[in-house]
C-alpha cells in the first residue's frame, strides 16, 4: 500500500510542535439507534466526521472526535446506538464482542459527562431499557438529556411533557415545574411538590424483595453481556432517568440549540494535571476508517440496508501525493446482483464522497471504488 506507512494526511492533519496544557471534557454520547447522535456529534465540533444515513446501525462503533476552541477541548465519544445481540447478528451479521455491541459501555469509561439522547418524534415515551442498563451502572458520572428532532414536533408543550417523562420530574436534583421551551437549555423552577415520581435515592422504596435481587443481578453485568430480556424486566416500569443535570431541546436538522449545548459543555471542562499534545485534528480515526465508514453510509442511503450492511470495504492503496490524496477502495460483494445495484449508484455517490473527504482533509482527495465479485471487477454496463 503505497504511502501508508509515511501519511501527513495533508494540512488538517498537522501537529503543532509545542504540547499546553488545557481544559476538558471528555463526552460519551449515547442512545438508541437512529436518535441522531452522529449528527449531533458533527454539529458540536463543527465538522463532519461521524458517518450519517438515514438508517439504523451506521455507526458501528465508537467515533473519537474533538474540537478546541481557546482554552478548552471538547473530546465527544459519539458510540453506537444500543441493539441486542439477535439484532446483531440477523441484521448486521456480528457478534456479541463486536465494537458495535461492547462500545456504548466503552465511551464511559473517560467521561465526565454523558449525553443521553432520545428522538422527539418517538411513539413510545420513555428512555430504552439499555440506556438505562447504562446510566444505573455509571450513575456516578453527571448527565445531561437532549432531546433531539425538536423541529418536527408542531405542540411544544409536548416536548414538556416528553421531558417530564424522561427526566421523572427531577433536574439537577429538584423537582422541575416546566415553564416553557426554549430550544438550548430547560428552564426550570425548584420547590414544587406536585410531582410524586421518587428521585433515584428512593429507587428501591415499593420494589419486592425478588425485583430487587434481578436489578442487582442485572447492573453487575456489563450491558453488551447483559440478555436483552433481564434488562427489560427490571426496567419496564421505568420510564426515566431522574439524575439529569441539564435538559437540552434541539434540532440537528436546522442547527437550533446545538450552540447553547456546546456552550454549556464547554463550562463543564476540568483543569488537566497532565500535558496535552496539540493536534489539530478533529478525530482519532485513520482516515482509512473515515472513508471506509462514510463510504458505507453513502450505500445505506442508496441501496437496500440488507445489502449495504453486507458489503465489505476495504482500502486498497493510499497514496498521499503532497496536498493531494489518491485512493483506490475495494467493494467486497456477495452476489453479482449486489454490485449490479451498487453499480447504479457508484458515479454520484463517488463524486459526493470526494467533495466530502476533500473538505474534511482540506486537500484534493481523489477516490475510485472498484466493484468485486469473486475476485473480478464488476464494471457498469453503461
Known amino acids: 500500500m503505497r504511502g501508508a506507512t509515511v501519511i501527513c494526511y ?9 504540547p499546553k496544557v488545557i481544559k476538558e471534557v471528555r463526552v460519551a454520547i449515547i442512545g438508541s439507534p437512529n436518535v441522531g447522535k452522529s449528527s449531533l456529534t458533527n454539529q458540536l465540533i463543527r465538522n463532519d466526521v461521524c458517518a450519517v444515513s438515514k438508517v439504523i446501525d451506521t455507526t458501528r462503533q465508537n467515533w473519537v472526535t474533538k474540537l478546541k476552541e481557546g482554552e478548552v477541548q471538547l473530546t465527544l465519544v459519539d458510540s453506537p446506538g444500543l441493539i441486542g445481540i ?10 456479541s464482542e463486536s465494537k458495535i455491541m461492547v462500545d456504548p459501555e466503552k465511551a464511559f469509561r473517560s467521561a465526565n459527562h454523558v449525553l443521553v439522547v432520545c428522538d422527539a418524534t418517538s411513539p413510545g415515551q420513555y428512555i430504552h431499557h439499555r440506556v ?10 453527571p448527565s445531561s438529556l437532549v432531546i433531539n428532532k ?62 430487587k435481587e434481578n436489578y442487582n443481578k442485572v447492573i453487575n453485568k456489563a450491558t453488551h453481556k447483559c440478555p436483552w430480556q433481564e434488562s427489560k424486566k427490571v426496567f419496564q416500569t421505568e420510564t426515566g432517568w431522574p439524575h439529569f443535570n441539564s435538559v437540552f431541546f434541539i434540532s ?14 464547554k463550562t463543564q471542562a476540568e483543569g488537566l494535571n497532565h500535558v ?43 497514496e498521499n501525493v503532497g496536498d493531494e490524496i489518491n485512493v483506490i477502495m475495494d467493494v467486497i460483494c456477495e452476489k453479482e446482483r449486489w454490485a449490479n445495484l451498487v453499480n447504479k449508484v457508484l458515479r454520484t455517490e463517488t463524486k459526493k464522497l470526494e467533495a466530502k473527504f476533500s473538505k474534511l482533509f482540506q486537500c484534493n482527495v481523489n477516490l475510485q471504488i472498484q466493484l468485486k465479485y469473486h475476485g473480478k471487477l464488476v464494471v457498469s454496463e453503461e
Request: proline letters at 3%; aromatic letters at 6%; a positive charge.
Open 86 to 95: 439477535a439484532h446483531a447478528k440477523k441484521v448486521i451479521n456480528t457478534h
Open 10 to 18: 495533508a494540512r488538517v492533519l498537522h501537529q503543532a510542535v509545542s
Open 150 to 211: 425538536t423541529d418536527l414536533v408542531r405542540q411544544k408543550t409536548k416536548l414538556l411533557e416528553l421531558a417530564n417523562v424522561l427526566t421523572c420530574g427531577y433536574v439537577g436534583g429538584q423537582p422541575t415545574q416546566l415553564k416553557k421551551v426554549k430550544l438550548g437549555g430547560l428552564q426550570k423552577a425548584a420547590g414544587n411538590d406536585n410531582f410524586t415520581i421518587n428521585p433515584l435515592a428512593n429507587f428501591m422504596e415499593g420494589k419486592s424483595d425478588e425485583w
Open 252 to 265: 440537528c436538522e436546522n442547527g437550533q440549540g446545538v450552540d447553547q449545548l456546546r456552550s454549556f459543555l
Open 276 to 318: 496535552v499534545e496539540e493536534d489539530e485534528r478533529p478525530f482519532k480515526q485513520s482516515p482509512y476508517i473515515i472513508m471506509v465508514e462514510h463510504t458505507r453510509a453513502a450505500f445505506l442511503n442508496t441501496v437496500p440496508a440488507d445489502i449495504a450492511y453486507k458489503l465489505r470495504l476495504k482500502i486498497a492503496d493510499f
Open 132 to 141: 438505562l442498563h447504562l446510566l444505573h451502572r455509571n450513575s456516578h458520572i
